[in-house]
């Protein structure tokens, strides 16, 4: 009897999905638009991600060499990830050192010293965008622009940026240009269209759910509608980090809920928090804050949204203890 009944732990039902792999796709769906953030800002892109990539890499190899002493887990590639998607948040003109900073805050203290991956609260890159943020304001609002003029926030302002503060009206805009990406602003405003065949790369690989995504901007898309009109919409749906960050970023195993319900609280709360922060915040950004925001409540979702348990009708799961 003892040797067919067998105890043990959970997870009882194991996929052929490694973490290696799933960070490896997560990376092959931003190939494109990194190759074509190159194209538009040139080698100082590549530089950036290269720098960040490997700072992030060599700082997670460190610290569990040094001050954990246990075996390395950069072969898991979410370094990696976080190094590329740090790199994303990230203006091309912006100094090397500081790209070496926001690494070390993205894997030393945003991820590490919870334990590692699949422990941190936060999601790693964005903790780190948001540190360069407060700490250097100037170099991460000044952009280049795709002719390799460096423009300050205001006379080559970013859409989001000359929308919010009135420089420009969003139906005025060129679609194609931000929907193609021929547009100041960081690595990951480049190209919405590239970054969303990479979603759907990662919606075939089954490495992310359409809940997160769809929810975020379904949420963004009708709020600023009842705002502007379908062209504010449009255009608050393609700028800035909206693509970046409901696709790759709120996506994090890590830091979002389990449940399919509870990902679509998650979504909503993001897209409402973002759109909110864009119109009438202090920052014309405010997909970095708003997924951070709702990091924080994850565990709150996953305490009161929780998926029927086995043996339990609809019916009387409200009566179990």
């Not at 062209?231 to 195993?253: C, K, Q, S, W």
Request: with cysteine; net charge positive.
């Amino acid at each position: 009897m003892s040797a067919r009944f067998i105890v043990s732990p959970a997870p009882h039902v194991q996929g052929h999905r490694t973490t290696s792999r799933i960070m490896f796709d997560v990376v092959l769906a931003l190939v494109p638009a990194l190759i074509f953030s190159v194209v538009v800002f040139g080698w100082d892109a590549l530089a950036v991600t290269c720098v960040s990539v490997i700072g992030c890499v060599v700082f997670e190899w460190a610290i569990r060499r040094f001050v954990f002493r246990g075996k390395s887990t950069v072969g898991d590639f979410s370094a990696v990830v976080t190094g590329v998607l740090l790199a994303f948040n990230l203006p091309a003109s912006v100094p090397l050192w500081m790209v070496l900073v926001g690494a070390f805050v993205a894997i030393g203290i945003a991820k590490m010293t919870f334990g590692g991956l699949g422990k941190n609260p936060f999601n790693p890159a964005l903790v780190a965008r948001v540190f360069l943020l407060v700490a250097y304001p100037v170099q991460m609002t000044t952009f280049p622009h795709p002719t390799g003029e460096l423009v300050d926030v205001f006379s080559g302002a970013t859409p989001l940026v000359a929308v919010k503060h009135g420089l420009v009206d969003a139906a005025s805009l060129d679609f194609q240009d931000v929907l193609f990406g021929f547009i100041p602003g960081s690595l990951g405003e480049v190209s919405a269209l590239l970054l969303l065949a990479g979603g759907v790369f990662l919606l075939w690989r089954r490495v992310i759910s359409w809940h997160i995504p769809v929810s975020i901007l379904g949420t963004m898309g009708v709020f600023t509608y009842c705002v502007g009109g379908w062209e504010f919409a449009l255009f608050h749906l393609m700028a800035g980090g909206a693509i970046l960050g409901a696709v790759y970023m709120a996506t994090d195993y890590a830091t979002s809920p389990m449940t399919r319900a509870g990902k679509v609280i998650y979504g909503v709360g993001i897209g409402a928090l973002a759109v909110t922060i864009r119109l009438w915040g202090g920052y014309p950004e405010g997909m970095s804050f708003a997924i951070l925001l709702m990091n924080a409540v994850t565990p709150l979702i996953d305490t009161y949204i929780k998926p029927r348990r086995f043996g339990v009708n609809r019916w009387a799961r409200r009566f179990w203890k």
